[in-house]
């Protein structure tokens, strides 16, 4: 080859490492903040939150659900009737992920990403991957459902799959 081609593909190269890497970054984060989260959970009447502390048998139940200690010594929830909204965070591959689960009726009503710290896996944030916990219940713990991955988002996938679990179980303690 002679150099001429060798540069322009050194820099088609590089103008796709740099477009890749803008990307990736630019899935970084805040989608939606809790307080409108919130706000769109309860048509803007929010009701005030309440607490779980993690102790002692619920926190045994914790590990086994995430398969590790939840990083606070309690958790905030919001309830209002049969409808409660938990934000929680979840480590995907390294950073924490923001979720924000609705519960209502024991079934998830839907799930969102509300903040994304990863370089990769911020697919799961969409609808069409987020719909498969919609319905969703909790038996022994475990989701009543398979929930697909999202190529190159397992531990992304593994972060809301944990979380949808642990909120459907706390919503037991409180109803």
């Known amino acids: 080859m002679n ?9 088609w190269f590089l103008l796709s ?20 989260f919130l706000a769109e959970t309860f048509g803007g009447d929010v009701p ?7 102790k002692g048998d619920l926190r045994k139940t914790i590990v086994d659900i995430l398969g590790h200690r939840y990083s606070g010594l309690r958790i905030r929830y919001w309830e209002n009737g049969q409808r409660s909204a938990w934000i929680l965070n979840e480590i995907g591959k390294e950073q924490p992920i923001t ?14 990403v509300l903040a994304f710290r990863e370089s990769r896996g911020w697919e799961i944030r969409h609808p ?13 713990n475990a989701l009543d459902r398979h929930i697909d991955g999202v190529s190159g988002a397992t531990l ?20």
């Open 99 to 112: 979720f924000g689960i609705v519960i209502e009726a024991d079934k998830i009503k839907h799930v969102k």
């Open 128 to 140: 069409a991957f987020t719909q498969q916990f919609k319905d969703a219940t909790l038996i022994d």
């Open 17 to 36: 490492m740099l477009l890749v890497t803008a990307f990736s970054v630019s899935a970084r984060g805040v989608y939606q903040t809790n307080e409108a």
């Open 3 to 11: 150099n001429i081609v060798l540069k322009k593909v050194a820099q």
């Open 156 to 175: 992304s996938v593994w972060a809301m799959t944990a979380v949808t679990r642990l909120a459907l179980y706390l919503d037991t303690l409180i109803t």
């Open 48 to 54: 005030k939150s309440k607490v779980i502390w993690i």
